[in-house]
Protein backbone atom coordinates (compact mmCIF):
# COMPACT_ATOMS: atom_id res chain seq x y z
CA UNK A 1 0.00 0.00 0.00
CA UNK A 2 1.29 3.40 -0.92
CA UNK A 3 0.69 6.15 1.96
CA UNK A 4 0.34 10.23 0.68
CA UNK A 5 0.29 12.51 3.66
CA UNK A 6 -0.62 16.28 2.75
CA UNK A 7 -2.59 19.23 4.93
CA UNK A 8 0.68 20.68 6.10
CA UNK A 9 1.12 24.15 6.84
CA UNK A 10 2.32 27.15 8.90
CA UNK A 11 0.08 28.73 11.46
CA UNK A 12 0.07 30.28 14.84
CA UNK A 13 0.03 29.01 18.18
CA UNK A 14 -3.46 28.06 19.02
CA UNK A 15 -4.78 27.34 15.46
CA UNK A 16 -5.48 24.36 13.91
CA UNK A 17 -4.65 22.21 11.03
CA UNK A 18 -6.45 19.07 9.34
CA UNK A 19 -3.78 16.04 8.09
CA UNK A 20 -4.84 13.68 5.39
CA UNK A 21 -3.26 10.37 4.76
CA UNK A 22 -4.68 8.39 1.53
CA UNK A 23 -4.01 5.56 1.06
CA UNK A 24 -3.89 3.60 -2.47
CA UNK A 25 -2.38 0.28 -4.12
CA UNK A 26 -3.60 -3.12 -2.16
CA UNK A 27 -6.12 -1.46 0.07
CA UNK A 28 -8.55 -3.95 0.89
CA UNK A 29 -6.60 -5.11 3.98
CA UNK A 30 -7.52 -3.81 6.95
CA UNK A 31 -5.00 -1.95 7.92
CA UNK A 32 -4.13 -0.70 11.46
CA UNK A 33 -3.13 3.51 10.92
CA UNK A 34 -0.53 5.95 12.45
CA UNK A 35 0.58 8.84 13.04
CA UNK A 36 4.32 9.80 13.83
CA UNK A 37 5.69 13.23 13.81
CA UNK A 38 9.86 14.21 13.81
CA UNK A 39 10.95 17.63 15.32
CA UNK A 40 14.15 18.87 13.85
CA UNK A 41 17.29 17.38 15.76
CA UNK A 42 15.04 14.47 17.64
CA UNK A 43 13.44 11.42 16.88
CA UNK A 44 10.61 10.28 15.53
CA UNK A 45 7.67 9.75 17.68
CA UNK A 46 4.09 8.84 18.17
CA UNK A 47 1.20 10.79 17.78
CA UNK A 48 -1.76 8.93 17.37
CA UNK A 49 -3.37 5.48 15.60
CA UNK A 50 -6.56 4.17 14.86
CA UNK A 51 -7.49 0.64 14.23
CA UNK A 52 -9.21 0.14 10.87
CA UNK A 53 -12.94 -0.20 12.72
CA UNK A 54 -12.04 3.06 14.42
CA UNK A 55 -13.21 1.69 17.51
CA UNK A 56 -9.49 1.44 18.95
CA UNK A 57 -8.18 4.80 19.36
CA UNK A 58 -4.73 5.61 21.27
CA UNK A 59 -3.30 9.00 21.76
CA UNK A 60 0.50 10.61 23.00
CA UNK A 61 -0.14 12.23 26.48
CA UNK A 62 1.03 15.01 24.62
CA UNK A 63 -1.43 15.66 22.12
CA UNK A 64 -4.37 14.37 23.98
CA UNK A 65 -7.57 16.35 24.16
CA UNK A 66 -6.21 18.84 21.25
CA UNK A 67 -5.60 16.00 18.18
CA UNK A 68 -8.20 13.49 17.15
CA UNK A 69 -7.61 10.72 14.66
CA UNK A 70 -10.27 9.32 12.46
CA UNK A 71 -10.46 7.86 9.14
CA UNK A 72 -13.07 7.16 5.96
CA UNK A 73 -12.46 3.50 5.09
CA UNK A 74 -15.04 3.82 1.33
CA UNK A 75 -12.31 6.89 0.69
CA UNK A 76 -9.18 5.06 2.01
CA UNK A 77 -7.92 8.11 3.88
CA UNK A 78 -6.83 8.87 7.47
CA UNK A 79 -7.29 12.27 9.36
CA UNK A 80 -5.99 13.63 12.22
CA UNK A 81 -7.44 17.18 13.04
CA UNK A 82 -4.92 19.03 15.24
CA UNK A 83 -6.04 22.22 17.41
CA UNK A 84 -4.93 24.35 19.95
CA UNK A 85 -1.51 24.13 18.16
CA UNK A 86 1.75 24.95 20.11
CA UNK A 87 5.04 25.78 18.58
CA UNK A 88 6.20 22.41 20.40
CA UNK A 89 4.36 20.67 17.78
CA UNK A 90 6.37 22.18 15.33
CA UNK A 91 7.71 19.05 13.15
CA UNK A 92 6.73 16.69 10.08
CA UNK A 93 4.07 14.53 10.58
CA UNK A 94 4.02 11.21 8.81
CA UNK A 95 0.79 8.57 8.61
CA UNK A 96 1.96 4.98 8.76
CA UNK A 97 -0.39 1.90 8.29
CA UNK A 98 0.28 -1.94 8.80
CA UNK A 99 -2.25 -5.04 9.17
CA UNK A 100 -1.08 -5.78 12.73
CA UNK A 101 1.05 -3.35 14.96
CA UNK A 102 1.74 -2.10 18.50
CA UNK A 103 -0.24 1.33 17.83
CA UNK A 104 2.85 3.13 19.57
CA UNK A 105 5.25 1.32 18.13
CA UNK A 106 7.16 2.67 15.57
CA UNK A 107 9.38 -0.16 13.86
CA UNK A 108 6.11 -2.48 13.76
CA UNK A 109 4.61 -0.34 10.49
CA UNK A 110 5.96 -1.52 7.46
CA UNK A 111 4.00 1.37 5.20
CA UNK A 112 5.10 5.23 5.32
CA UNK A 113 4.30 8.32 3.67
CA UNK A 114 6.07 10.93 2.80
CA UNK A 115 5.89 13.39 5.05
CA UNK A 116 4.04 16.33 5.60
CA UNK A 117 5.32 19.82 7.60
CA UNK A 118 3.55 21.27 9.97
CA UNK A 119 5.11 24.87 11.76
CA UNK A 120 3.27 26.48 14.23
CA UNK A 121 4.03 30.09 14.99
CA UNK A 122 4.13 31.72 18.33
Known amino acids: VQLQASGGGLVQAGGSLRLSCAAS????????MGWFRQAPGKEREFVAA????????WYADSVKGRFTISRDNAKNTGYLQMSSLKPEDTAVYYC????????????????WGQGTQVTVSS
Open 96 to 111: AADVTVRPMVISTYSY
Open 50 to 57: ITWSGGGR
Open 25 to 32: GRTSNRYQ
